[in-house]
């Protein structure tokens, strides 16, 4: 009887439906109508070079991924067994790195690295494993945590090496944790765009980059859609095999309440945290640094030139740059905000009519959480052909971009803002129900007031994606309404020192804003957490009333 009216509920839905039916569904499915081609099939699957770039994605993303995981695990261990100073600020840095833009990291490794690294396979490799390094030091370290340290300790009683009781106890226990990480960084790297267009040689594509390349430099659209195709086809086979995979070695675990990591004891204990601390924190603050060292740096020593002419278009008098990086700077900023309101718009009604709908809102949350599943280039390129043709026609609309990055940061809003929404007690509703307010005015008093601090939230995780966003701007963005992320992959490709080094600096002032960002988020997250937890003491202080 205290139910949300059903037409108020559909009003809060209709807008998150009808948005990812024209943005994501409808450029889907002209996608797979377009490479629904038998001459344009034949011509790619029969190309022997297409098997190279699959084999390329598939082996580059496969070492990537073995990488990151066994270095992640020292640093995971680590974090979840001992108290140390300066634990929580390594946890951020290595958070701030995850969510940097790719360009940027491609950049911050581009300028760490030998020249004699410069556009290799090495340096791809690298900088996926430092970019995706947050995700197991994360999922694995939140599991490790957790874990009873009793037989750890009685086999090392029993004289058993460490190296041992890892093996033979601690690995099995984690194993489900450590397959969850390793899906999500194959994911991450086998559809890698950003990184391998600023790190790879020329003749260096993995798919994501490939389809880009057609479509865009050699028209070949059907071939670039066919290939688009083939990529969600190979997802889609991966995505099942882990999920059996995971179901197959999943265990029950008896996780207790997370207790406090002990500080270092023994000499040898405080030794191996401060190199393992140190090592870590050097990885997250070496590549960001020589951002900043690398557009401070000329030829002829430390100079800001590359600060200063940012706003000039001049490479030499009559030679023009093609690009303002100002403008650049003064595009991103435009379209980030206009995608962070579609974004927290669209993801507040989302996140309310999923939670008043309660069952039935679990197809829409499934479906808002697709984009994200699906790769930035695809979606990019399913706008592309689908809004290219009258009355339709909206690709050199100013909103297409922000809608692109809106779509893919709706997910995170709806996640930042839907358990809030959930905890909120329903006997408070019932007990304004019972002094006589109406379904609509209970809801609107006792549950909407609980959606603004996690708002906020989302609002930044939207800023910073679309700050970020490169593989749907590549295809999107027209000459003149270049973003950051483009701008700084146009400079760092062309030839001259003051070209490049002006690259680093937007890929610097890029790292600033989003690790700002994340630290808003960060001190948001708490404070929406200390509400929460005051929230709940008040729940229990009127149930006790009312008991």
């Given at each position: 009887?205290?139910r ?80 140390f ?85 601690t ?7 450590v ?35 057609r479509?865009?430099?050699?028209g ?63 990885v997250?603050?070496?590549p ?19 600060w ?24 991103s ?6 995608a ?38 695809t979606?990019?390129?399913g ?5 290219d043709t ?11 971009v ?12 709806v ?33 909407v ?36 992320p ?11 020192s ?50």
């Amino acid at each position: 009887m205290n139910r949300l009216p059903g037409g108020l509920v559909g009003a809060l839905v209709i807008v998150p439906v009808a948005g990812l039916a024209i943005l994501y569904a409808w450029p889907f499915a002209t996608l797979v109508i377009e490479a629904v081609d038998k001459e344009s099939i034949r011509s790619v699957l029969g190309r022997s070079r297409t098997w190279s770039i699959v084999w390329f994605t598939t082996w580059q993303a496969v070492v990537s991924t073995l990488l990151t995981v066994i270095v992640g695990l020292v640093p995971a261990w680590v974090i979840a067994r001992f108290d140390f100073a300066g634990r929580r600020i390594l946890l951020g840095l290595l958070t701030a790195l995850f969510v940097l833009p790719t360009v940027v990291m491609g950049a911050a490794i581009l300028a760490l690295l030998p020249d004699t690294l410069d556009r290799t396979v090495w340096a791809v490799l690298g900088a996926h494993v430092v970019f995706n390094l947050a995700v197991t030091v994360r999922a694995v370290g939140t599991v490790w945590e957790h874990l009873p340290a009793d037989m750890e300790d009685a086999a090392a009683t029993l004289g058993a090496a460490p190296l041992v009781v890892f093996r033979e106890i601690t690995l099995p226990l984690i194993r489900p944790a450590v397959a969850a990480a390793a899906a999500i960084i194959f994911l991450f790297t086998f559809t890698s765009f950003g990184v391998i267009r600023v790190l790879g040689a020329p003749g260096t594509r993995t798919i994501e980059v490939e389809v880009w390349r057609r479509a865009t430099q050699l028209g070949q659209v059907d071939q670039a859609a066919v290939l688009a195709l083939l990529q969600l086809i190979i997802l889609g086979f991966l995505a099942i095999w882990s999920a059996r995979l995971a179901r197959r070695h999943s265990r029950a675990l008896e996780l207790r309440p997370l207790a406090r990591p002990q500080k270092p004891r023994t000499r040898r204990d405080k030794t191996v945290v401060s190199i393992i601390t140190g090592s870590t924190a050097l990885v997250a603050i070496a590549p960001l640094t020589a951002l900043v060292i690398k557009s401070l740096s000329t030829p002829s020593g430390w100079s800001v030139t590359a600060w200063t002419d940012l706003g000039s278009t001049e490479i030499r008098p009559g030679i023009t740059l093609g690009l303002n990086p100002l403008d650049a700077l003064a595009n991103s900023l435009q379209t980030t905000a206009w995608a962070t309101l579609f974004a927290t718009g669209v993801g507040a009604l989302a996140s309310l009519g999923i939670a008043a709908a309660r069952r039935a809102g679990r197809a829409l949350d499934a479906g808002l959480l697709l984009p994200i599943g699906t790769s930035a280039v695809t979606i990019g390129f399913g706008m592309l052909i689908t809004f290219d043709t009258a009355p339709y026609d909206w690709r050199s609309e100013w909103w297409i971009v922000p809608a692109g990055h809106a779509l893919v940061a709706v997910p995170f809003v709806v996640r930042s803002t839907l358990g809030v929404l959930r905890s909120v007690d329903p006997q408070l509703s019932l007990a304004a129900a019972t002094l006589g307010a109406a379904p609509t005015r209970a809801w609107r008093e006792v549950v909407v007031p609980h959606l603004w601090r996690p708002l906020a939230v989302g609002a930044a995780f939207a800023a910073a994606i679309s700050l970020g966003e490169f593989g749907a701007t590549s295809f999107l963005s027209r000459s003149g309404g270049e973003t950051l992320p483009i701008a700084i992959e146009q400079l760092l490709a062309r030839t001259g020192s003051l070209l490049q080094a002006k690259g680093y600096a937007l890929a610097t002032i890029l790292a600033a804003a989003t690790v700002t960002l994340v630290i808003v988020i960060d001190r948001t997250g708490d404070l929406a957490g200390h509400s929460k937890a005051r929230s709940g003491t008040l729940d229990e202080r009127h149930a006790d009333a009312r008991r």
